[in-house]
């Protein structure tokens, strides 16, 4: 389960979940898993990505304003676990 904070820009109208397969972030290959409203709880309890021991996924949130202007969290990185 993933949960942030709100963020305190008046200027960001939205938040974006968004993640790529891999350890690293991958903006080519990136892919919508969910928008937020600014404010109220953020949690996303989802699955994505591949079910394989071992195997890593990569993701950010990125605070989108009224204009289209956007910037991205840092990289939170959940790999599956080893058995």
Do not use: C
């Not at 350890?23 to 892919?31: C, L, R, S, V």
């Not at 394989?52 to 840092?74: L, R, V, Y």
Request: hydrophobic residues 35%; negative net charge; proline residues 8%.
């Amino acid at each position: 389960m993933l949960h942030w904070t709100s963020p305190s820009d008046p200027a960001v109208t939205t938040l974006q979940l968004r993640a790529s397969v891999g350890p690293n972030y991958d903006a080519e290959d990136e892919n919508l898993l969910a928008d937020f409203p600014v404010s109220g709880t953020h949690t996303w309890s989802g699955t994505f990505g591949p079910n394989t021991p071992g195997t890593a996924t990569a993701f950010k949130i990125f605070a989108i304003t009224a204009e289209g202007n956007e910037k991205g969290s840092n990289l939170i990185t959940v790999t599956h676990p080893v058995a």
